[in-house]
């Protein structure tokens, strides 16, 4: 068996890195802004953002940030949810003047969130268990 040099592995998964991040982003690879814009187009249809497609009961620091959001903005989250689901059921789309004004890829969770992700990792650093895995004795 040959041995590769010792920093093989490191260039390898640079590189890795570097075309997994071109894939991505819609900035550099085309194929990637093609997709966000039918991705966009799709949310325009419903009113939605698409933060309101992350699930609170499928990932509990999603829940654990959206309860640190302002109370506004969780009610203007449900609003969304639920006038998409009603135009789904009733097979219709939003106008198309109210289309044109939505904003699908304007983020409102994803700061939360990464500070929620950032306190687990700080907690789990420290050897504490996350909060919702805690008992009362």
Do not use: C
Not at 27 to 56: E, F, Q, T
Not at 100 to 110: E, G, I, K
């Amino acid at each position: 068996r040959k041995e590769s040099p010792p920093g093989a592995a490191a260039a390898m998964s640079s590189m890795m890195s570097a075309l997994s991040n071109w894939l991505v982003n819609p900035r550099r690879n085309p194929l990637a802004r093609i997709h966000m814009h039918a991705v966009s187009a799709r949310l325009r249809k419903y009113g939605l953002r698409y933060d309101d497609l992350y699930d609170p009961y499928f990932d509990l620091d999603i829940k654990e940030a959206l309860g640190r959001l302002p109370r506004e903005v969780v009610d203007a989250r449900i609003q969304r949810l639920k006038r998409s689901m009603d135009l789904s059921m009733k097979h219709q789309y939003l106008p198309e003047d109210l289309q044109a004004v939505q904003t699908p890829f304007r983020s409102y969770l994803s700061d939360m969130l990464a500070l929620v992700k950032k306190e687990n990792a700080e907690r789990e650093a420290l050897g504490a268990l996350p909060l919702y895995q805690r008992t009362i004795p």
